[in-house]
């Protein structure tokens, strides 16, 4: 018998409690102010678009729903950005975050072979180690939260990343970082690249072929073919893998948001993206994502997307169609497109004004403690600080249920149990 998954186990034993108190801050899934799942408005519409068209359910292409496919790369890139623009990238559809990773992860496991190690933040989603294992991949870490005092180690993530061996791969949470909600900076982020980014003259082009042992002609590639992937020979020679899950759903701002991944790209750095529209569309189930490599070209694009596809097709075939069509009609139609950005803002603001009354009704309750990480944080998680024996009275003595890291959805907080909920952890902290 395997062992549950810690965060779905969180739920089920949720599920078996009988207390009317009990809360669920384990799962990441977007509520309203009264507990209930919430399905945006222009969601419904789009559906409702769509059943009024009597669409066929055939198959999609193996990368998937093309207007999806361009729309996701221009909300990730920006409708001016030069990468976009020029064409020189390729975006597949994936199956939602998780399945994007998955894309990516096997790519680099086929192709990048000049190393299987992925480096992770330290902590990071616990989904990302075995995506990135199972694909064959070896994860090592950095540092990257400081648990004394709830916030970015940054002193101490550059100095790890400035040792991270050459030609390594560097996973960065674009934004709302999972699942401790600290986010670096601007500045910061800024000086990340930089470790990163190469020289105007340091640019190597080389084949796929020489670079990720994949030959010209060979069983994954035409003859006369071989794919070309420009490699920055950076300060470190990292490739550079994003993952964007929370675009638009962190601060309420689809551009804020993705600054980190624009800034990469503009100063040169070809990074490989994953995106998920899980929480910023509240399409858990439909499983729309989508995974993206930034190319030297656009030629050079035409021939990733092609050992994409190769990639692709003994894993699932083609994506899924409905979640995507949802996802592009959203995208793609200026009303609607209006209306969402509005909605999103709306979940943002929802979870950053819980954490502010959070922080404030703990005052009330004569807490001693600095709480100030609780809304310096941002996105949907929190990691409060708590520690495994105080997460495990909050759930005996409580029936509030969370991971035993002491991370926390404020997805899960209302103004309906925000006071319960500081009652509880400054009975256990006091």
């Known amino acids: 018998m395997g062992p549950p998954d810690p965060i779905l ?24 102010d009264n507990g209930k799942p919430y399905v945006l408005s222009c969601v419904r519409k789009a559906e409702a678009m769509i059943a009024s068209k009597k669409m066929d359910k055939e198959y999609l292409p193996i990368g998937g729903l093309a207007d999806f496919t361009r729309a996701s790369a221009e909300l990730a890139l920006g409708e001016n950005s030069e990468a976009f623009k020029s064409g020189r990238y390729v975006t597949v559809q994936g199956i939602s975050g998780t399945g994007s990773l998955r894309i990516g992860a096997n790519f680099l496991q086929r192709f990048f072979k000049s190393s299987r190690d992925v480096y992770l933040p330290k902590p990071s989603w616990g989904n990302h180690t075995p995506i990135f ?5 070896q ?13 970015l180690d940054f002193a101490g993530a550059m100095d790890d990343i400035s040792k991270i061996p050459e030609k390594s791969i560097i996973l960065l949470h674009a934004c709302a970082h999972n ?42 590639a035409p003859a006369g ?20 899950a929370y675009q638009g759903f962190a ?53 990733v997307e092609s050992q994409l596809k190769i990639l692709i097709r003994p894993m699932y075939s083609n994506p899924p169609l409905n979640g995507a069509r949802i996802a592009s009609i959203i995208l793609n139609t200026p009303e609607l497109r209006k209306e969402w950005l509005v909605e999103v803002k709306g979940m943002a603001d929802r979870i950053i004004g819980m954490r502010t009354q959070l922080v404030s ?22 990691f409060t600080g708590l520690k495994p024996e105080q997460v495990e009275r909050l759930i005996k003595e409580f029936s509030i249920y969370m991971t035993k890291d002491g991370r926390i959805s404020m997805a899960g907080v209302t103004s309906g149990n925000v006071g319960y909920l500081a009652h509880a952890i400054h009975q256990v902290t006091k």
């Open 9 to 32: 186990g969180v739920t089920e034993a949720f599920k078996r409690d009988t207390n009317s108190k009990k809360m669920n801050l384990g799962v990441g899934a977007y509520r309203d």
């Open 361 to 382: 009704n703990l005052k009330k309750e004569g807490s001693s403690h600095n709480w100030q990480h609780i809304t310096d944080q941002i996105g949907m998680f929190c």
């Open 133 to 137: 294992r199972d694909a064959g991949l």
């Open 179 to 220: 699942p401790t909600g600290v986010d670096p900076r601007q500045e910061q982020w800024k000086e990340i690249a930089a470790t990163v980014k190469v020289s105007s003259e340091a640019w190597k082009t080389t084949t796929l072929g020489s670079l990720f042992h994949v030959p010209g002609v060979s069983s994954q």
């Open 225 to 244: 073919h071989s794919v070309t992937l420009s490699l920055l020979w950076q300060k470190r020679n990292l490739l550079v893998y994003f993952d964007m």
């Open 139 to 151: 994860l090592q870490a950095y540092r990257y939260y400081d648990p004394k005092t709830c916030s």
């Open 251 to 303: 601060s309420g701002d689809i551009n804020r948001d993705a600054w980190a991944v624009r800034h990469f790209i503009e100063q040169g750095i070809n990074i490989v993206l994953s995106q998920s529209y899980a929480k910023n569309m509240g399409l858990y189930g439909e499983r729309a994502g989508a995974f993206t490599v930034i190319c030297s070209d656009a030629e050079e694009a035409k021939r």
